[in-house]
């Protein structure tokens, strides 16, 4: 994640965990340029917005649940 937020291709926060452990909680990039503030796991963002990459990473952890 790191690589891409460099490169600009994400910014955002990412939680993954498997049978409720935590396994990478961490915010990447800015949440608001404007004002320099970076993204943590507790930033708020606007569901709506995250609803199609939200669908797309379900989808991911489904098709390679038992892989």
Same mark, same amino acid.
């Given at each position: 994640?790191?690589?891409? &937020? ?33 993204? &943590?796991?507790? &930033?708020?963002? =606007? ?18 649940? =038992?892989?």
């Amino acid at each position: 994640m790191e690589k891409k &937020t460099k490169l600009g291709h994400f910014s955002g926060s990412v939680l993954i965990a498997k049978q409720g452990e935590v396994i990478l909680n961490k915010g990447y990039g800015m949440a608001n340029l404007k004002h320099e503030i970076n993204n &943590t796991p507790q &930033t708020n963002s =606007d569901l709506a917005l995250q609803a199609n990459p939200l669908l797309s990473l379900q989808f991911y952890c489904y098709k390679n649940k =038992d892989s």
